[in-house]
């Protein structure tokens, strides 16, 4: 009965922004449980590969090209999907991005905020739509999006990106009225995790800052947030939705 809580094999996820960084780890973490995952990302050759390294160790994978920002790319990555796997179970929406830190409302425009919006939120609620009627048919739907603790957090130029992830906080609270009993609605929010992007605006000065904050005393991972969206996709949370995991050393982590 144990292993049946974390049990995903016959299921099917999608990851969009699947193929590097945190999206990777989830994408490797649901196969290693038994999902066959479908990795969907913008670098088409980084989601090939990705998709590879599942399929080397077992697994069953395939890579598509998508642009969250495009509905075309929505509706095929569906589409694709289906054709492959017959059905869609989890869907993990963890592509985003935001210029955190870099967005002082006298360098951006209101259309950069728009388009943090529609890359954040917008894609995710739209793609949450596409998806969950084939959750409906197969009878087991999780959806996890990926908010950030920048939602709750209070600091100076990062307006555009940390309300989007406000958003989705409040989001996925709403979508889990529209869409249960049938599909539990979730979301993760990560602290400083360890990828390229926060690689390139950490300096050993906002390292140290984050850890005296930071009570587990180091910066996460990849497969700590990846462990978070397993949790959320596997049988074990079938009573949990409509919630927000934050997934933070047990601190507060920013770049000021």
């Not at 913008?42 to 920002?69: F, R």
């Not at 995790?193 to 850890?211: G, Y």
Request: with cysteine; charged share 20%; glycine share 10%.
């Amino acid at each position: 009965m144990n292993t049946e809580l974390f049990n995903l094999e016959g299921k099917t996820a999608i990851v969009t922004g699947g193929a590097n960084g945190i999206g990777k780890g989830c994408s490797l973490m649901l196969s290693d449980f038994g999902a066959n995952v479908v990795v969907a990302d913008l670098k088409i050759e980084d989601a090939n590969k990705a998709a590879e390294e599942i399929k080397q160790k077992g697994g069953q994978a395939i890579a598509v090209s998508c642009n969250v920002m495009k509905d075309e790319d929505l509706t095929n990555l569906v589409k694709r999907t289906i054709k492959e796997f017959g059905g869609i179970n989890i869907l993990v929406n963890n592509v985003g991005g935001g210029g955190a830190g870099k967005e002082s409302p006298s360098d951006i425009s209101v259309n950069d905020f728009a388009r943090t919006f529609q890359l954040n939120v917008f894609s995710a609620w739209r793609l949450s739509q596409l998806c969950a009627p084939e959750m409906k048919k197969s009878g087991y739907g999780s959806i996890i999006s990926m908010s950030s603790m920048s939602s709750i957090n209070k600091s100076p130029a990062i307006s555009a990106y940390a309300s989007s992830k406000a958003a989705i906080n409040h989001m996925t609270a709403n979508l889990a009225f529209d869409y249960g009993p049938d599909i539990r609605i979730n979301a993760v929010a990560p602290g400083a995790i360890k990828t390229d992007a926060l690689a390139s605006v950490l300096t050993p000065e906002r390292e140290e800052k984050m850890l005296s904050h930071t009570p587990l005393g180091r910066l996460g991972e990849a497969k700590d947030i990846a462990g978070a969206v397993l949790y959320f996709a596997a049988p074990i949370s079938s009573w949990v939705s409509g919630q927000v995991l934050f997934v933070n050393g047990g601190g507060i982590q920013t770049l000021d």
